[in-house]
């Protein structure tokens, strides 16, 4: 996870907030569980996320009684009956500004001088802080918010919006992509839903293509992750932190639920939906239309709803 540069962030001593705790100290950021360091707070709030939570570093956890001794000793345990409902009360204390994506106000016409070797088309905004590589190409209409940083050699086309965002070298964008905005992070509760801030980013990394339509949401407390070389087609939706891995190829209307991790040289054919908090290995054929709804381990061939390998698929075809 690259530091957090998009969103204001309060200075709060943890027990500011949990008055309870052994030892206090000034909160640095908040953070999943595999990336957390001293200082940092963290949650556990599923058993699915135990391996992570005996190797944290993190000074505190917001967890609850029954996950607790998942926990190293020498953390924190803060012990809550709604671990994400008390993690969204404890980001919009620190990030909070980070719960709604307020319009972007620095805006303004891209500075010649600034940017001499970037072309532009026709009503470009950038924001504040914008780093723009070398011969890239922005298209007519495009809005870059602040801090956005875009590599050398990449294409922007028309009608993108970019925000929260983080791009590596000869990308392309096709027009009307919606990358970086809020992700769809709701707590029902008796009386009303709690939105949940996203405090993640977007990071696409070296030679990716992306066309026509597709959304990205950013992280809401990890990153969302395109990996090198990965071609996506057209309206394509990536929810908040997912991690697609290299080389893959990913066909339209594809819809990939939040926190699910895909390995390199995946497959994926159109209109097909991955499901939330999944691990899909490295090499997997996913057929067109098919719903995934468990982790698969790498090398398979799988399609259908749900998703089985294509051997069963085929089998049950028969009957």
Sequence with gaps: MISNSFFKKKI??????????????????????QIAEKNDLTFLDSIR????????????????????????????????????????????KIYPYADIDYPDLTLKKPAKKKYNTVKFGNNVLIGKNVKLGKNSMIGANTIIEHDVEIGEDCIIGSGVIIKNTIIGERVVLQ?????????????????KNIKFPHIGKVIIQDDVEIASGCTIDRGSIDDTLI?????????????????????????GQVGFAGSTSIGNNVSIGGQAG???????????????????????????????????PLRNFLKNKKK
Excluded at 63 to 79: C, H, Y
Excluded at 274 to 299: A, F, Q, T
Aim: aromatic letters at 6%.
């Design 12 to 33: 709060i001593k943890i027990k500011k907030i949990f008055p309870s705790i052994n030892k206090d100290f000034i909160i640095n950021d908040i953070k999943p569980l």
């Design 227 to 251: 990996g090198k070389n990965t071609y996506l087609d057209n309206q394509v939706h990536i929810a908040h932190n997912v991690k697609i891995g290299s080389n893959c190829m990913i066909a």
């Design 274 to 308: 991955i499901s939330g908090h999944l691990k899909i290995g490295n090499n997997v054929k996913i057929g067109g239309g098919s719903g995934v709804v468990k982790d698969i381990g790498d090398n398979q061939v799988v399609m259908g709803y749900p998703a089985v």
């Design 175 to 191: 027009d009307n992509c919606k990358i970086g905005q809020k992700g769809f992070g709701f707590i029902p509760t008796s009386k």
């Design 49 to 92: 996320y135990k391996s992570n939570a005996r190797l944290t570093k993190a000074s505190a956890c917001i967890t609850i009684n029954s996950l607790q001794n998942f926990l190293p000793n020498n953390v924190q345990k803060i012990i809550v009956k709604n671990v994400l409902l008390e993690l969204s009360s404890v980001l919009n």
